[in-house]
Every structure is written in C-alpha cells, then in structure tokens.
C-alpha cells in the first residue's frame, strides 16, 4: 500500500511540475504599430509609456486602461491590433514575452464584444451580470455590436468599468461552460521585454475588413485567418 500510495504522489507530483513549466513558460503577444515598435523594443512595453494611434483609422477608443498593457495569449488577437494600429510605412508589429509574476488575466472588451454580439444576435439567451448595464451603450454601439463590428466592441469599457469582482467572475465562468470564445486577453503593470519581435506587411482596409467579419466567419474562423496571414507575410525584426 506504502508503495501504490509513493507511485500515486509521484505521478501527482510530476503533474503539478509539468503545470507549472507549462504556466511559466507561456507566451504572450503584443500588437501594435511602427509609432511605438522602436521604443517597445528598446524599452519593453510599459504601462507609462505614450502609445500612439492605437486602432489606426477605426473610430473608438482602442487605448489600453489608465495605467496598464495590453498583452494576450492569443496570437491573433495581437495580431489583428497590428494590423488596426496604423503608420505610413504600411507595417503592423508583434512583439512576443514571457509570462511576468504581476500579469493579470481578466474580462477586456473584445471579449466583452464578442458576447454581447451573440447576445444581441440570440445565440446567448441570457446575461451573467445586471442587465441595466446595456443602457451604457448608445443605440449606434450596440447596432455596431450587433453587426460583429470591432469599434462598437471598444465602447464595452462602459460595462466592464461597472462590472463587480462578482459579475466578472460569473461572466468568465459563464462563457467557459457554454463553449463561447474567450480571448485570453490580460493587463500588466510591469515593464516586459520581448523575447521576440516581428513585423509584417499590413492588409487592405477591404482585406481586413472581410478576414475579421464576425458573422461571416466567427471567432474561430476570425483568428484562422489573422494567424494565417501572420505567419505568411511576417519577418524577424532585430533592429532599433
């Protein structure tokens, strides 16, 4: 009994180890334009650093929370910020970090997007949270919600800022037990430096728009597409 118990604490052991070198050595990612590249790989992405033109011609508010970085484990979704993130040279950047002890994970508005927009299209029948938060969003937001349109899901601030520790909680966990996408977007008040740095050529407007429509691809076939574009068009930068 003595050595079926020492095999079984073995075996739990080595999987508590394998969780934790999976954890620590997890990669995020970064997107942005050439206005911030050369700083960020010269100094990291830090919180208290000006970033400029963030959502490139896109109308709304595409900048990070007073304070804080934007980082994902999703590679696409950084990628589709550095193909937003516009500069004349016609370059969309992403840089990669290893995980920080003081990153965050929590809810940020695309995915809050993402969830309203099933909402409103009745694929999500009811709200985690309270409902009169919805009258925070003008009429216009949430047609654009609706419609899977990425400057309506920057005007779910509004909400987030008003959701409480408890409703975010709920609204995480709602979304992982029904099988709805969750961007696994975080905040960091840390200053990182990245591991690796690439760029690639940006799309078109058209390009862009028709690769990331909502209800002609959904999530998944969203962050197909921006990965495979990434991985064709991107080059290593080791310069600045």
Known sequence: MGFLAGVFMKKINEAQIKKVVSEIFETYFHGTSSYNAGSLHKNGLNSGSAIKNVGGSNSGDFSSASGRSYITKNQANAVRYGMMSKHPDGYGHVFEFEPDENVEFGI??????SFLCSYFNGKVKNLPFRTNLLDNLSAQEKHL????DFRGFTSCKK?????????????????RD?????????TTTANLKHTKHYRFKQPSEDEFDDMTNFLKYG??????????????????????
Not at 219 to 240: A, H, P, Q, S, T
């Open 159 to 175: 909400i987030i800022d008003k959701l409480s520790r408890n409703e975010i909680k709920n609204l995480s966990s709602y979304i």
């Open 178 to 186: 029904n099988g709805l996408p969750y961007f696994q977007n975080a």
């Open 108 to 113: 940020d508005e695309d995915e809050m997007g």
């Open 219 to 240: 999530d998944k076939g969203i962050m197909n597409n921006l990965n495979n574009y990434y991985l064709k068009n991107r080059e290593e930068v080791n310069y600045f």
């Open 145 to 148: 919600i609706k419609q899977g």
